[in-house]
């Protein structure tokens, strides 16, 4: 390849793989670290962390942002690497890789923006990159794609002959391998919020001092024994939800094995689709499935069914319409949805209504004894959620 071929690819794999680097450091916070806010979480519209953690932002437990940097890497030796007594070889083997390059690339955008209705900046990136790889490969003269398979095992002892290129290939396939291997799978920030530890008796006093200040609303929801009573408004459709969902879990499943029957947990529905709720003016994107993925806990519920079916809605978020009610009809054996729907849709509309009296304005927003969380998005640290839980446990013992 020219000198300037070579520049050109380089300068834009090493931008590609500075940005994809980037992508999976902002990953690993967010399955490392549950107070952690991503800078490109600018709003509904770009937010990082909603295209992360979806199901588009991993295959099989491997984020994609660090399957970037190992094709990146790959794309910037091969064009320090190439030998320049046959450039032509190196630019054939780019152009293949950018072939599949691109395919991946539109298939992400289009799940990004057709799916998900959320751009990540900092993927847009990589595509741009990508895309600018392809177009000079492809405008530089190659020799047949066909002839690769051929060449490439000739290239390879090539490689292995020369000491430096071996070097270098073993420390790309070793490091590629172990940041596959030891990147956090989905999952971690859960389990992270779950372990995290306690804050000081310091944190806590002042916590606490803070905490009994707050004002409260009677919410008007039967205790049935229990000292503490949490209620969340929720969303099937949003991320918020379900990393509460994910920490809070175990917190609440450790209060019901030392204490059992201590704490209800109550989840009220407001979907951000405006063909159930009255409240809201316009359809939040990505959430065109929230109505009927409230009706489908419902349904569930009342076949001993709920949680499974709150976990399958979390895990695939965001669900579709169609996703939803395929997954309904094969689990809970539902031949006509929109008849159960109409059944349920009372109740949902009363969950709906309590939410407006309350000016819920985000999700999850939680309630612990009456007590708004004051948190932005009601994403309060486990361990803060475990202390007032706690705090309000002892007020009632006394």
Known sequence: ????????ILILAIAGLAVSSASAWVHYRVLTDPTYVSPCDINSTFNCTQVYMSRFGTVRGVPVAL??????????????????????????????????????????????????????????????????????????????????????????????????????????????????????????????????????????????????????????????????????????????????????????????AKQAGSVKFVSKDWPWNKSCNFNVAQTIPG???????????????????????????????????SMIRDHVKQTLSIADFDVEYAKVLPDIRRDIADGGVLNIGSTPTLFINGVRVPSENGLMPAEYFELAISIELAKAGK
Not at 1 to 8: A, D, P, W, Y
Not at 149 to 178: E, F, K
Not at 289 to 317: H, I, Y
């Open 1 to 8: 390849m020219s000198s300037r071929t070579r520049t050109l």
């Open 67 to 256: 399957g970037g940097v190992i094709w990146f890497a790959l794309v910037s030796l091969i064009a320090v690497f190439t030998p320049s007594a046959r450039p032509s070889n190196g630019v054939s083997y780019i152009f293949a890789l950018s072939i599949v390059g691109m395919a991946v690339v539109l298939y992400l955008a289009y799940a990004s923006f057709f799916v998900l209705h959320t751009g990540c900046v900092l993927c847009m990136a990589t595509y741009v990159c990508v895309t600018g790889i392809f177009l000079v490969s492809a405008m530089t003269p190659t020799e047949s794609m066909f002839s690769l398979p051929a060449r490439l095992a000739r290239d390879v002892r090539g490689v292995v002959s020369h000491p430096t290129t071996l070097l270098v290939a073993i420390l790309y396939v070793v490091g590629a391998a172990s940041v596959v291997a030891f990147f956090p799978k989905e999952g971690s920030r859960a389990e992270q919020a779950a372990a995290a530890v306690p804050p000081s008796a310091d944190v806590q006093e002042r916590f606490r001092e803070a905490w009994n200040k707050l004002p409260r609303t009677d919410l008007g929801i039967a205790t049935d024994g229990a000292k503490v009573v949490v209620v969340k408004f929720n969303d099937y459709e949003c991320p918020g939800c379900r990393l509460t969902h994910e920490w809070y879990k175990p917190v609440l499943a450790k209060f019901e």
């Open 287 to 321: 959430h065109e499935g929230a109505c009927d993925a409230a009706s489908a806990v419902r349904m569930a519920r009342a076949r001993g069914k709920g949680p499974e079916m709150e976990t399958w809605l979390f895990s695939n978020q965001p669900t579709t319409t």
